[in-house]
């Protein structure tokens, strides 16, 4: 079956310091989209990625979609402690209805 | 406009008896999927939805679980005969459609003593 990974697990940083996620596809994708959710939250829309090669700004979060449609990242530039969260990408393929979320990277700022 | 409803937020069973988890949709929003998230983990899709019609089912165990969106009211997601492994967050998202994006309720915690 499809399998969607996504690293780093875990990353803590410094808040100020920059963050990035991968999100790792073993099929081409039709499209991604990403997620944040805080502890004993419940998961929150940030963006859409549907073309190959897109590239998406949020004021300091960056998206971006592999040009083969099998990978995506996301960028947090000078992380605050508002950024502590899981990060999850969330995937379709072309003739599916669901979608399959990456394994989250967890995120930590230490102030 | 309110966002997807979820109840109750918490629920407690005992082993062998039911569960039943609520999922009021979106307005407008015609489909529901129903994911269960372990502590630390992600999110595993369950079943997806459209009113009366269940479109994928793929991950959700074929024994004691079952879904359901009637024409009229909530989603409901059944556990039968409930056993401690069931325990978990579970998640009703909605959507207008199958690419637009999901919006999430606050999730079922459910406990199995």
């Known amino acids: 079956g499809q399998q969607v990974m996504q690293i780093p697990q875990y990353q803590h940083v410094q808040e100020g310091e920059d963050f990035t996620t991968y999100c790792n596809s073993s099929?081409?994708?039709?499209?991604i989209q990403w997620y944040k959710q805080r502890p004993g939250g419940h998961p929150v829309f940030l963006i859409q990625?549907?073309?190959?090669?897109e590239v998406k700004k949020q004021k300091r979060l960056t998206f971006q979609f592999g040009e083969a449609k099998k990978n995506s990242s996301l960028h947090i530039t000078a992380t605050q402690t508002t950024d502590v969260g899981t990060y999850f990408c969330?995937?379709?393929?072309?003739?599916?209805?669901?979608?399959?979320f990456g394994t989250g990277t967890r995120l930590k700022v230490l102030a | 406009n309110a966002g997807v409803m979820q109840n109750p937020r918490h629920l407690v069973r005992r082993r062998g008896q039911e569960a039943r988890l609520r999922c009021s949709p979106m307005?407008?929003?015609?489909?529901v999927y129903w994911y269960r998230q372990l502590p630390e983990e992600g999110l595993k899709f369950m079943v997806y939805?459209?009113?009366?019609?269940?479109?994928?089912e793929s991950g959700m165990p074929k024994e004691r679980f079952s879904a359901e969106f009637p024409k009229e009211g909530p989603s409901i997601l059944r556990i039968q005969q409930v056993v401690r492994g069931d325990s978990a967050a579970y998640f009703c998202?909605?959507?207008?459609?199958?690419?637009?994006?999901?919006?999430f309720g606050d999730g079922t915690r459910l406990s199995i003593l």
């Open positions: 990625l549907v073309k190959s090669g």
């Open positions: 099929t081409t994708l039709s499209n």
């Open positions: 939805l459209q009113k009366e019609n269940i479109i994928d």
């Open positions: 307005k407008g929003h015609s489909h």
């Open positions: 998202a909605s959507s207008p459609d199958d690419r637009q994006p999901q919006h």
């Open positions: 969330a995937v379709t393929t072309s003739g599916t209805y669901k979608y399959i």
